[in-house]
């Protein structure tokens, strides 16, 4: 990875279904960096509100979203790049991620409602039920121009979006 991009941190966002763990997960191993898996951090209550059907809301969210500005500010004072898995649907919630590391490059990926629903109705997760899909998307705020982030639309295979990313960074600057 070039220099360029040392204590840099690529955070895979969208709604539930998107392939934000796996697009992440491909990406850290061709970037040779640590991967973090935030869904790992939400509080047990969280984690018992969303299998019950219930939509988190903004307050629900600010623990989880310390604990992982605090991941990104650890990897950053260690000189570490990673990529990390986070739903960061609203600015303020990136806003808070980017108190722990401003080098974040968000890699967004969207989709639309139908292809989205098929895919969480063919999963099977542990706490996140298809039934949220709406009030995610209800919340959502796609990356504005201002932010660092790269959009890719999830009809893209998990494997073409990482190397997508990777051949952007290539790009001379």
Not at 55 to 69: E, F, G, T, Y
């Amino acid at each position: 990875m070039s220099e360029n991009f040392s204590q840099f941190a690529f955070v895979v966002m969208g709604v539930s279904g998107c392939g934000k763990s796996t697009v992440g997960q491909l990406l850290a191993e061709q970037l040779g960096v640590e991967f973090i898996e935030g869904d790992q951090y939400h509080s047990t209550d969280n984690v018992q509100k969303m299998a019950s059907g219930k939509p988190l809301n903004d307050s629900d969210r600010m623990q989880w979203l310390a604990i992982l500005a605090e991941k990104l500010a650890q990897a950053k004072a260690s000189q570490k790049s990673l990529v990390m898995s986070c739903s960061a649907l609203k600015k303020s919630y990136r806003d808070i991620l980017r108190s722990g590391n401003p080098n974040i490059c968000f890699v967004y990926l969207q989709g639309t409602f139908d292809v989205l629903n098929q895919r969480v109705s063919e999963r099977s997760h542990q706490y996140m039920p298809a039934s949220l899909l709406t009030s995610q998307l209800a919340t959502l705020e796609p990356p504005q121009q201002s932010e660092k982030a790269l959009t890719f639309d999830v009809s893209q295979t998990a494997k073409e979006i990482a190397n997508n990313v990777v051949a952007y960074l290539q790009k001379p600057i």
